[in-house]
């Protein structure tokens, strides 16, 4: 059975740094291109960031250098470091999996809370 948790999000001030982790399992995890979703209150989902089988990374405008993605292949994890963070920010994180171009996103985790306020 295919598993992505998400780690506990949280509360943090502007400006602050908090690191996601998403556990994967019950998959080839270095076969699969992984992605992270985003959902503000009343807003659609939104892309963030997306981490090929080779670690090569791409994201939104919107986070382009403040996140950073990355995974750890023997510990079938993906991250996403999140610095200068701002209210714009505050979301309901997703991790995902990319089945590929038939399938598309194919598996999502739970989803973890964070929310940037003062």
């Known amino acids: 059975e295919v598993q992505l948790v998400e780690s506990v999000g949280g509360l943090v001030q502007p400006g602050g740094s908090l690191r996601l982790s998403c556990a994967a399992s019950?998959?080839?995890?270095?076969?699969?291109?992984m992605t992270w979703v985003r959902q503000a209150p009343g807003k659609a989902l939104q892309w963030v960031s997306s981490?090929?089988?080779?670690?090569?990374?791409v994201y939104a405008d919107s986070v382009k250098g403040r996140f950073t993605m990355s995974r750890d292949k023997a510990k079938n994890t993906v991250y996403l470091q999140m610095n200068s963070l701002k209210s714009e920010d505050t979301a309901l994180y997703y991790c995902?999996?990319?089945?590929?171009?038939?399938?598309?996103?194919?598996?999502w985790g739970k989803g973890t809370l964070v929310t940037i306020s003062s």
């Open positions: 995902a999996r990319y089945g590929g171009s038939y399938y598309g996103v194919d598996y």
């Open positions: 019950g998959f080839t995890f270095s076969s699969y291109y």
């Open positions: 981490i090929y089988r080779d670690g090569y990374t």
